[in-house]
């Protein structure tokens, strides 16, 4: 495309609408609500989007009409899908590893990173009530509380939005645009499914880390999450649940309210603004509706039904691919077992040797803490810091000036964005204030 | 709020809806849209994610809604920019592959347009696609109009750079 020939106005203008234009045409139809709304409440968003969508997709879902297939029995044996994914508590622990082993190499390529709290990550993961998706809230506690809120903070700041749209800090993230990428492939034939993923920068590198093989994994878990996708779908139609969904309607009406479908009474004290509210007060009538729907989704059975409906789902699904099932699940046992060899600091990850001249000497400012943010360190990381610093005191109590000067040698954990500054003038009571913050 | 019992329609009484139901709209405008969210964002997925928050957001007022297509553009427009940073977390772990159409041009001038900073490429694609001008612009952008004006111009000539 590139040549020597220098666009005119119109000819830009027009290059750039045909392109739009193209672009817009060849974009495909968009993936079914409900396709997405898994992969999402499984991965990446904060519970707010999620649950936005969650209920949006489960209206769509229930209200669609599908062709009937054969039932699964509910007395079935075998393993289900579910025992092949992660657990939420697996979830969180890989998630918060993955963090910071971003950060970490970040940190190595001189960029900045904010690591996610520990709220947002239970946010993303386990907080939305068993069948949340499906038949609303179901959690007795949360509704006395929360009303039909998700949660009672559903947004988090995210801590790299500053800097998100710089190139250069996008480049070192994931490779950007015109970075390497793996295709996602059908596992079981190898066929492509179109679909690839990034594979660059330090999301590449945490990827290998974690799974040894970032293109095995990320075909594997499509595979996996379309299953979860297939059975919400098969599920959702199966005639049990509306002959459960019916008996609650029923117990419902028993107590005063019309409401015919689960995700009805939900969607009523929702709106679209609810979601940016944090700490929003439920009104009593809100509580006292939670409180009388989520009774009545025990009394009526349409919680165990929704329950045993899954795993007899998941079951036939597992049946369908025990290999991938299998491998997905060698795969989620070595990313939570390398998590916590991480966290332990049993293992570094190959980014620490992967130091630019630019990191971490990337600012004068000497606080010891990494990048001036909380301290927020995993036992390995405090261990690894306590010894550098422990390194440091030494020089320093040998050095005739009580400077660093002799401290030039010590490499300072690859995090620590501001350790090289300190190299430069650290006195002794740095570091003794240094380490006592290192104190538990 | 719940409303009283006395209040409520029975069975039978007809309820004010839309002409269309949300999923009639979807199948006959979601390709539509998400072209039009795609290009906005500069991804696909984040275009298909943008589409699917815009029509969750709308079932619950589904039944006041006038006309769907047209709130549903309105709302994938103003919704650009808070979307593209709660979507950050999303990149993250789910990067997305790039729309490939074929054709060497258009693919290396999508290329460069996806690379322009979001709010020059949300600019481009406002006043060319769209034909939006200056003023409603700088409303969906939250800038005045003279920073649309540089929005555009930055971002036209950093591709008239690349391409020339």
Aim: glycine fraction near 8%; include cysteine; charge should be negative.
């Amino acid at each position: 495309v590139k040549s020597d020939h220098v666009l005119t106005d119109d000819e830009l203008n027009d290059l750039v609408a045909r392109t739009l234009d193209t672009v817009a045409g060849a974009v495909g139809e968009p993936a079914s609500l409900h396709t997405e709304l898994r992969r999402r409440h499984r991965w990446v968003l904060p519970c707010a989007a999620a649950s936005v969508v969650v209920l949006g997709i489960g209206a769509l879902v229930l209200l669609a009409a599908r062709d009937r297939q054969p039932l699964p029995p509910l007395d079935g044996t075998g393993p289900t899908l579910g025992e092949y994914g992660f657990t939420d508590r697996e979830q969180v622990a890989v998630e918060s590893a993955q963090d910071r082993m971003m950060r970490d190499c970040m940190a190595t390529r001189g960029q900045p990173y904010g690591l996610q709290t520990d709220l947002a990550r239970q946010y993303r993961v386990g907080t939305l009530d068993e069948f949340w998706s499906e038949i609303g809230r179901t959690d007795p506690d949360r509704a006395a509380t929360l009303g039909y809120q998700p949660s009672p903070r559903t947004r988090s700041q995210e801590p790299n939005a500053a800097w998100s749209d710089d190139p250069a800090w996008v480049t070192e993230w994931d490779g950007g645009a015109a970075g390497p990428t793996v295709d996602i492939v059908d596992p079981r034939t190898g066929e492509p499914t179109g679909a690839s993923q990034l594979a660059g920068g330090c999301f590449g590198q945490v990827m290998a880390f974690l799974y040894g093989d970032q293109a095995r994994f990320t075909s594997v878990d499509d595979f996996f999450l379309n299953q979860l996708d297939s059975i919400q779908r098969s599920y959702v139609d199966d005639p049990r649940l509306a002959q459960s969904i019916a008996q609650w309607a029923e117990c419902m009406s028993g107590k005063g309210y019309r409401w015919r479908n689960p995700l009805d009474p939900m969607l009523h004290f929702m709106d679209e603004n609810s979601f940016d509210v944090r700490h929003r007060t439920p009104s009593a009538e809100e509580v006292r509706t939670a409180v009388d729907d989520v009774a009545c989704k025990q009394s009526s059975g349409l919680l165990d039904t929704a329950r045993e409906l899954w795993l007899a789902y998941g079951r036939e699904a597992v049946a369908d691919a025990p290999d991938i099932a299998a491998e997905h699940g060698l795969l989620v046992d070595t990313a939570v077992q390398r998590s916590a060899q991480f966290e332990a600091g049993e293992l570094v990850g190959p980014w620490r040797d992967d130091r630019s001249p630019s990191a971490p000497t990337n600012t004068d400012r000497c606080t010891w803490l990494p990048d001036g943010t909380d301290l927020d360190l995993s036992a390995g990381e405090r261990a690894e810091l306590t010894t550098y610093l422990g390194d440091v005191a030494a020089a320093v109590a040998d050095d005739e000036a009580r400077r660093v000067s002799s401290t030039a040698s010590l490499v300072p954990p690859p995090w620590l964005i501001n350790g090289g500054a300190c190299r430069r003038h650290v006195t002794a009571d740095v570091v003794d204030d240094a380490i006592a913050s290192l104190e538990p | 709020m719940v409303r009283p019992m006395s209040e409520l329609p029975v069975d039978g009484e007809e309820v004010t809806r839309p002409a269309e139901s949300v999923e009639a709209v979807y199948r006959r405008l979601g390709r539509e849209l998400l072209g039009l969210a795609t290009l906005l964002t500069g991804s696909r997925q984040s275009g298909e994610e943008l589409l699917h928050d815009v029509f969750a957001a709308a079932i619950p007022r589904w039944s006041s809604i006038e006309q769907p297509e047209h709130y549903l553009r309105r709302a994938i427009v103003n919704r650009v920019r808070s979307h593209q940073r709660r979507l950050v977390t999303a990149g993250r772990w789910r990067p997305d592959p790039d729309v490939v159409t074929g054709e060497p041009e258009i693919d290396e001038t999508w290329r460069l347009l996806r690379a322009l900073p979001a709010n020059q490429r949300a600019a481009i694609v406002l006043r060319i696609k769209l034909g939006l001008a200056d003023r409603e612009i700088a409303g969906h952008l939250d800038c005045s109009e003279a920073t649309v004006r540089s929005l555009v111009s930055r971002g036209l000539g950093r591709l008239r750079k690349e391409l020339s």
